[in-house]
């Protein structure tokens, strides 16, 4: 038997028992939010003892600061890929957004929590980092915007935020179950958002 073989183990059982604990904390904050959670609920809900968990996260800030790396770093991933892969700088501009709304629509839990973890109640160092995962997401779409429409950067920004509201306002109000009762889906709003937007600049060809 080699002996990488038992190390190979245990990082596997390792990273099992760290996707466990996420899954965990993410069940936990959504249903007691981000100040009252405790570390002891998490790894009750993780079904470790909670000096097992300290090995794994030091605190409870440790632990939300890798669920909102991971969340956002892998929605900036999504929308830089639905960019990279669409032909044509409007396309490129849709591209975004519509997979923004993609990620988010196919993991509601993680939009659950990104959209309960309110500014003030995180860490200073968390808070940034969050923002810079954002960041991260809205420059490839602020790109886009740019070379389809040749707006200043600022405005550019300005415009990027404002298609990350549309698909959080669109998925809010589905969660809500009043999309639905006025005959819309999430899916149906955003193309609408996109499309005009993308209109204002074709028009002007």
Do not use: W
């Not at 959504?30 to 996260?57: C, D, H, N, P």
């Not at 991933?77 to 490129?92: D, E, K, M, S, Y």
């Amino acid at each position: 038997m080699s002996a990488t073989a038992p190390a190979k183990r245990r990082g596997r059982k390792r990273l099992a028992s760290t996707e466990a604990i996420l899954d965990a904390a993410r069940a936990v904050f959504l249903a007691e939010g981000y100040r009252a959670a405790g570390m002891r609920a998490i790894a009750a809900k993780a079904g470790l003892a909670v000096g097992s968990l300290y090995t794994y996260f030091p605190d409870k800030a440790a632990l939300v600061g890798e669920l909102v790396e991971r969340i956002l770093g892998e929605m900036a991933q999504a929308v830089r890929g639905g960019i990279g892969r669409a032909q044509g700088a409007t396309a490129r501009l849709r591209a975004g957004p519509l997979a923004m709304l993609d990620f988010f629509g196919a993991r509601p839990l993680d939009f659950a929590l990104f959209q309960a973890l309110r500014k003030g109640e995180l860490p200073e160092a968390v808070e940034r980092r969050l923002n810079g995962r954002l960041i991260a997401a809205l420059t490839p779409m602020a790109n886009a915007i740019a070379a389809a429409s040749g707006l200043p950067p600022k405005a550019c920004e300005a415009e990027a935020v404002a298609r990350l509201a549309a698909v959080v306002g669109a998925l809010l109000l589905d969660s809500t179950g009043r999309l639905a009762a006025l005959g819309q889906t999430p899916a149906a709003l955003v193309a609408h958002d996109v499309d005009s937007f993308a209109k204002r600049f074709e028009d002007r060809r």
